[in-house]
């Protein structure tokens, strides 16, 4: 195995165990511990954990100031797609954004984006406990996009990839947020409440993945295209 091929697989591990383990535990223990009295600095623990394959990798190479400045414009892009929808309750491009992003750029870089995200556009919608689980949800979506498309590269396809994004947006997105709920504002945990959380925010959840879907039919094409484009002429972001 070369010395390239062994490094993006260390990277690759390194990223799995953290999003996969570390945080999710991180979430946990922030609910139980701190009963999410500090939530910011559960946050701030998250996205150094997120920033610690980032770290790992520009060790062995000099990072670009575009490399930054294309984190910083695509999540204040993600943010803003947000922000202009505010008035159309749950029909925002924001996760077809995080799901094109994690193609076109990795599953590393798809979570931070989508951590990232979640954490800017909440000092637009308010900040709370809930914070963190977007966080965890939005960054899952953005880190699957990029995984599924390593593994299968045809799933970069218009069609195929907003499918992706309207499961996504229903299962990953629904399936974090809609539960945490339970864990953050009731007494005690019961199966029963979580099946309730699924079932009252499903129809917000329908139109989420409905727009997800919409969004990525739209935006795809150009967006695809432009950062692969972008990827290639300036060798930045490599997974």
């Known amino acids: 195995m070369s010395r390239t091929n062994h490094s993006v697989r260390t ?16 979430l946990l223990a922030g609910v139980q511990l701190l009963s999410a009295r500090r939530w910011y600095f559960i946050a701030l623990l998250i ?28 999540t204040a892009l993600a ?37 990232l995200t979640a954490l800017v556009s909440n000092f637009l919608f308010g900040q709370g406990p809930w914070t963190l689980w977007q966080m965890f949800a939005w960054g899952m979506i953005g880190y699957t996009a990029g995984i599924l498309v390593r593994h299968f590269p045809a799933l970069a396809r218009r069609w195929p990839l907003a499918i992706f994004g309207f499961f996504a947006a229903l299962c990953i997105h629904g399936g974090i947020t ?43 094409p150009s967006l695809l295209t432009k950062l692969a484009r972008m990827r290639r002429k300036y060798a930045i972001l490599p997974e």
Do not use: M
Not at 58 to 74: C, D, G, K, Y
Not at 190 to 209: E, F, H, R, T
């Open 79 to 115: 943010v803003i797609s947000r922000a202009v929808f505010f008035l159309v309750p749950n029909f925002k491009p924001v996760l077809a954004l995080l799901v094109i992003y994690g193609a076109a750029l990795g599953g590393r870089t798809g979570f931070l984006l989508g951590a």
């Open 47 to 74: 996205v150094a954990w997120l920033l610690l394959p980032h770290f790992f990798f520009f060790e062995r190479r000099r990072p670009q100031a575009r490399e930054i400045v294309l984190l910083a414009v695509l």
């Open 178 to 220: 809609n539960p945490a709920g339970v864990l953050l504002f009731q007494a005690e945990f019961s199966w029963q409440a979580v099946l309730a959380s699924y079932a009252l925010g499903l129809p917000g959840d329908l139109v989420l993945a409905s727009s997800t879907f919409l969004f990525i039919l739209l935006l795809a």
């Open 11 to 26: 990277r690759e591990r390194l990223t799995a165990i953290l999003v996969l383990v570390v945080i999710p535990l991180t």
